[in-house]
């Protein structure tokens, strides 16, 4: 069963950036699509990017377009999120999913996704 670590979160001043990344193991990562959700105290949990199984596919949240980059590693069986530009806004608990629904490309529909990690927080504060 695929499992899934995130890892790269942390506290950084609006502007800043950081690299988020997803290790999987268990299975293959390249059978996967992959996203990135967040979710914040008190909102719904919300795509940011996801990224189909070879890349060829990725799709933005509108608000981070510009801002986010999303990439993968097949052979080190890990994706990533570039985050620059952070905004007070994007302060959130970080989720990596993985999902074969949907194959070939990739949704932003947290409920097409059936593998998750355990998240990492991202705060933006001056």
């Known amino acids: 069963q695929l499992q899934l670590v995130e890892s790269g979160g942390g506290l950084v001043q609006p502007g800043g950036s950081l690299r988020l990344s997803c290790a999987a193991s268990g299975s293959t990562l390249d059978s996967y699509a992959t996203g990135w959700f967040r979710q914040a105290p008190g909102k719904e949990r919300e795509g940011v990017s996801c990224i189909s199984r070879w890349g060829g596919t990725t799709n933005y949240l509108d608000s981070v377009k510009g801002r986010f980059t999303i990439s993968r590693d097949n052979a080190k069986s890990s994706a990533y999120l570039q985050v620059n530009i952070l905004k007070l806004e994007d302060t959130a608990v970080y989720y990596c999913?993985?999902?074969?629904?949907?194959?070939?490309?990739?949704?932003?529909?947290?409920?097409?996704?059936?593998?998750w990690g355990q998240g990492t927080q991202v705060t933006v504060s001056s």
């Open positions: 999913a993985a999902t074969r629904v949907g194959l070939p490309g990739c949704t932003l529909v947290a409920g097409r996704y059936d593998s």
